[in-house]
């Protein structure tokens, strides 16, 4: 049975054609239902809660009169890149399949039902970051001739050494605040005074440690900032159109990008930005708490045209959530957990503040996957 001449109301499974029916119960028209104060308030609401979100784990690391507490910190960092991970692939690679899948209209039709595209870009997507990843690291290595693996010591960060900052460190940022173990007798006088430091900013390193490591991750974080942006348009979209279930959506989404803002801060922080450019991270924090509201308002623009169902959205969208995975996938894996977990020679030996950066980490996956049920 052609797909022209499909008839819903008069139906042979056995010979209908299989790309007909898939597309006819996928078929969805403009949903919009009315609500326009609540979708306005959505706009502010997302606009100042995921923007603080985003703020607070760069505040922690750059404006030390705050004076966060370590474990505060260590939540939102690790929490964060929880979120990163579950994002990758409970909100944008499952949608993905949903969208272009071979299961779908879009996937069942053309050139698209050749072969299954959503992990294909997922993948495509994965290998460039990491290719520009290791082409950022080996332009620093060369032209600073700044070595992987060269010995650390805390003392960089604390003041309390001369030796030279590690490139691990510079990568993975600070956990406890502590020197090494040649300086344990200065460690355990200080905590007998101090029970536990607070954040260590980027303050005490040199210009030329700042520019190294800033040069080595700025790419692979821009392009994570990206794929999350990219992704906050579709949710935006989507709650300013949304049908019935805008009453679920929004306090959803409010959570949604609060959690994945508190991942991309954690990110940043985790950058010692040159002195040059101190004012980048502000700019890219604000860059990504706008994002979703303007999504929203010109989805209220188009809320009575816009039909989220239709062919080129699903394209663009599944195209878009696909590509983002990949970018969150090896970012949330490689650059937020290997990094800090199982290659940072400077990984604190603290077994109990080393468990509750782990719990911290399942409970923004673990979170972030059950929002995966709503949005």
């Known amino acids: 049975m052609a797909a022209a001449t499909f008839d819903p109301q008069n139906v042979n499974l056995d010979t209908a054609d299989q790309t007909a029916v898939v597309c006819y119960i996928d078929k969805s028209t403009n949903e919009y239902n009315g609500h326009l104060g609540a979708r306005v308030s959505a706009l502010f609401v997302v606009l100042i809660v995921s923007t603080a979100a985003t703020f607070f784990p760069v505040l922690a690391t750059r404006v030390r009169r705050l004076k966060i507490p370590l474990y505060v910190y260590l939540f939102a960092r690790y929490f964060g890149a929880g979120v990163i991970v579950a994002t990758a692939f409970i ?126 991750q700025i790419a692979a974080f821009l392009i994570l900032e990206f794929g999350v942006i990219f992704h906050s348009v579709i949710i935006g979209l989507a709650l300013g159109t949304a049908g019935d279930e805008f009453s679920t959506l929004y306090p959803v989404i409010v959570f949604h990008q609060s959690f994945e803002g508190l991942g991309i801060g954690a990110r940043m922080s985790a950058i010692p930005f040159p002195r040059r450019i101190k004012w980048l991270p502000w700019v890219l924090c604000t860059a990504y ?55 940072n020679p400077n990984r604190t030996k603290d077994d109990k503040q080393l468990a509750f950066m782990m719990v911290c980490v399942f409970l923004g996956a673990g979170i972030m996957a059950l929002l995966g049920k709503w949005a």
């Open 91 to 216: 909100h944008l690679l499952d949608p993905a399949y949903d969208e272009i899948g071979p299961a779908s209209c879009v996937g069942m039709t053309g050139n698209w039902a050749s072969y299954s595209w959503p992990p294909a870009i997922c993948l495509a997507s994965a290998m460039i970051v990491f290719l520009m990843d290791f082409a950022a690291e080996r332009y620093v290595e060369k032209k600073y001739a700044f070595a992987h693996g060269d010995p650390d010591v805390d003392g960089a960060v604390t003041g309390r050494s001369n030796r030279k900052t590690s490139h691990q460190y510079l990568h993975s940022g600070e956990q406890d605040g502590s020197p090494d173990a040649s300086d344990s007798k200065i460690v355990d006088a200080e905590k007998a005074d101090d029970k536990r430091p607070s954040v260590v900013s980027f303050d005490n390193l040199s210009d030329t440690d700042l520019e190294h490591s800033f040069q080595q």
């Open 289 to 343: 708490g706008l994002t979703t509201p303007i999504a929203i308002a010109v989805g209220l623009g188009l809320r009575t045209t816009y039909n989220s169902g239709s062919n080129v959205a699903n394209i663009v969208s599944g195209v878009l959530d696909s590509t983002s995975a990949g970018i969150l996938v090896y970012t949330g894996l490689v650059e937020l957990l290997a990094r800090d977990f199982l290659f």
